[in-house]
């Protein structure tokens, strides 16, 4: 094997900052190694693949000491334009990533750019669409696809160029469970078919774990903590001690009293040696949820296009207080309802809230009822101060300023942002940003919140911290809905969950519970969680496992 990335006493600083980002990294990554770099959020993960794809010094200038080569040559010395044959880069949100009007061109754009002729192109194109499964989608638009066929399109058009180096910056952030483990499955197969070296920047560590890697990378704060094989690391406490997520039956384990230091294949759960261990608590049945009416829905129907209805006949029945799990796969209408919910979207039928009708209210009422926080909370802030961004909608409301005053103010400190009240938007971290957009909501008094994908993309440190304060406002009296692909998150913080498939609910019962219907599960491609296969290599009730699993890692939650 080769030394064909090398990272040599490497330290580098962005123009903008103070302090470098990276921090004597020493790192060697072999010619068709798989490696995983993994870390908090702002340790520094992104900016390593920064320094390997370009980006870093020719679009984020910065001060570099140290070495860093790519096959022998001073990657610093290399254009964007050379790098590209290099290093070919997957984005995160691979909208970001688009080109063509159709997936056809945007599969050609890297060729017409190396001035292929046209034969060749097309030629190449058509098998490369063929190998990937996208033959019957290069006249659509990449725009309508869903997640999963988006990452597809997104992989193939840098694998068209065949660069010898393949590098994924959070490639699973926005998909469902299946297409995390589809998109997965189709990086270990390219990986072994092209022979590349393939570089994966995830949080999800579990999930990237489904196929082997060659090693783990661990940094935090621009250092490595971590340079070896996956088995090595999960024996140590290191994920926990840098605010990384372990898998879910490594936990569970060490919970059981299993002596993880020793195990071999611990990144393998089908290989990993369990004889003479036992587990044989019985489940408990599942508690009643609570029973008071807050929001009913009958017969819900809409369309952008009436020959495509994104929602079909929705019946739900929401409780005063509880918590609920809104999930599915990529597209299947889970965002629609709740926007049908709050009145974005004009839908078709009966919305009953404390026993009265509310379909003619104005965006304006519906807000006052029921609140929803989207994803990026980018998306949702307007204004420069906080302060400001949280007192907006009661100003709209024509509120007097010291109404508004003690009412944000009440809120800021609610949300843990009392201390910040003076503080620039700007200055926060993501976290706080979505605290911020969650206090802007809060201050409003909903009976219920609506989430989108509360904690995606967080590290376990952010994801915790939101989760916590959510639990808080839950405890409050909130009914919170959340929508997530998490399954984890589902687990651990929700009493129901609600199944989403093709714009009809498929199922409504205890998450627990949902675990145990594969079939309901293949139709909205989510998957059981780790701790089911446990219990099943264990000889085990999955329902009482799951149990001893929330109420040892999460007796916090309430």
């Known amino acids: 094997m080769d030394s064909f990335i090398q990272f040599k006493d490497f330290t580098f600083k962005y123009d903008a900052q103070a302090e470098p980002t990276l921090k004597d990294i020493n790192l060697t990554i072999e010619k068709g190694q798989k490696v995983l770099v993994i870390g908090p959020s702002g340790s520094g993960k992104s900016t390593i693949g920064h320094c390997l794809n370009g980006i870093i010094p020719n679009t984020f200038p910065g001060e570099m000491t140290g070495q860093l080569t790519i096959n022998g040559k001073d990657a610093f010395g290399l254009s964007i334009y050379d790098k590209s044959h290099l290093v070919s880069t997957v984005l995160q949100d691979p909208d970001g990533q688009f080109i063509g009007l159709t997936v056809a061109e945007d599969l050609a754009f890297a060729l017409e ?41 997104s992989l193939t ?22 297409a995390g483990q589809t998109t997965i499955d189709l990086i270990d197969r390219i990986h072994r078919e092209e022979g590349t070296t393939t570089i994966i920047i995830e949080h999800r560590l579990e999930d990237v774990l489904y196929r082997n890697v060659d090693k783990v990378v661990l940094i935090n704060d621009g250092r490595i903590f971590f340079d070896g094989h996956p088995d090595q690391l999960l024996q140590t406490k290191l994920l926990a001690e840098h605010g990384i997520r372990e898998p879910l039956y490594v936990t569970a384990l060490r919970d059981l009293g299993f002596n993880v230091e020793m195990a071999e294949h611990l990144s393998d759960l089908a290989k990993l040696d369990l004889s003479g261990f036992s587990f044989d608590k019985i489940g408990s049945q599942a508690q009643p949820l609570p029973q008071e009416k807050v929001l009913e829905v009958k017969n819900l129907n809409f369309a952008y296009r009436p020959e495509r209805p994104i929602l079909k006949g929705i019946n739900l029945t929401l409780a005063k207080g509880e918590r609920v799990a809104v999930v599915g796969r990529n597209g299947a209408g889970k ?12 839908a078709q039928g009966e919305i009953i809230y404390e026993g009265q009708s509310i379909a003619s209210d104005s965006i304006k009422e519906r807000a006052e009822r029921i609140g929803y926080v989207l994803q990026n909370p980018n998306q949702m802030i307007s204004q420069g101060m906080i302060f400001d961004e949280v007192a907006l909608g009661l100003r709209l409301r024509g509120l007097e300023e010291p109404e508004i005053e003690e009412r944000v103010l009440a809120t800021l400190k609610t949300c843990g942002l009392y201390a910040f009240r003076n503080w620039p ?13 969650i206090a802007s909501i809060l201050v409003l008094n909903p009976e219920i919140i609506i989430l989108d994908e509360p904690t995606a993309g967080q590290d376990k440190r952010n994801y915790t911290e939101i989760m916590r304060f959510l639990d808080q406002l839950h405890a409050d009296g909130h009914t919170i809905v959340m929508i997530t692909h998490d399954m984890q998150l589902m687990l651990e913080y929700s009493d129901r969950s609600v199944v989403v498939s093709d714009g009809q609910i498929i199922a409504d019962c205890p998450p627990v519970e949902l675990f145990t219907q ?34 040892t890692e999460g007796g916090s939650h309430g």
């Open 425 to 437: 938007v700007s200055a926060l971290s993501f976290g706080q940003k979505k605290r911020v957009t």
């Open 518 to 551: 594969s079939h309901i599960l293949k139709e909205a491609n989510l998957k059981q969680t780790s701790l089911f296969d446990l219990a099943e290599k264990l000889g085990a009730d999955p329902l009482a496992l799951t149990e001893f699993y929330i109420q």
């Open 157 to 178: 058009g840098v694998l068209i160029d065949e660069s010898p180096i393949l590098l994924f910056d959070e490639p699973l952030a926005n998909l469902d469970p299946k």
């Open 335 to 346: 965002s629609t309802l709740a926007k049908a919910l709050c009145q974005f979207v004009e």
């Open 113 to 153: 750019n190396d001035c292929l002729p046209q034969e060749e192109m097309m030629q190449k194109v058509h098998n490369w669409a063929q190998r990937m499964d996208l033959l019957n989608l290069l006249n659509h638009r990449p725009q309508d696809l869903s997640g999963g066929q988006k990452q597809r399109v």
